[in-house]
């Protein structure tokens, strides 16, 4: 682990897209800001936790769903009415659900 001192004002760069700059304190807490690509997910650490461990959960499926699930889509492709059953958890969800 690298640990670095900064002031209010004072930055950290990593590599040639990311900044992080120390904006604020108050009390026991940092406010940092972030310039950082589109594409690079930032999240706070229980957040980041949380959303691990739903990826965890859904990569868990086993072979017997997954041969109901294709079952019942053949059904579906012949006629017969099927929605899946599926809850998608935003980034703002999980960030709710953490605090």
Do not use: C
């Not at 980041?48 to 017997?64: G, P, T």
């Not at 053949?74 to 605090?99: C, L, M, P, S, Y």
């Amino acid at each position: 682990m690298l640990i670095l001192t900064r002031k209010l004002g004072e930055s950290i760069t990593i590599g040639d897209e990311i900044k992080i700059t120390v904006l604020e304190f108050q009390g026991r807490q940092v406010k940092l800001g972030i310039i950082a690509p589109k594409d690079i997910g930032i999240h706070r650490e229980e957040v980041y936790e949380k959303i691990q461990a739903q990826n965890r959960k859904a990569s868990k499926v086993s072979k017997n769903e997954l041969v109901e699930v294709a079952q019942k889509w053949r059904h579906n492709e012949a006629g017969e009415d099927f929605r899946f059953q599926v809850k998608f958890t935003t980034k703002r969800e999980a960030i709710e659900e953490a605090d």
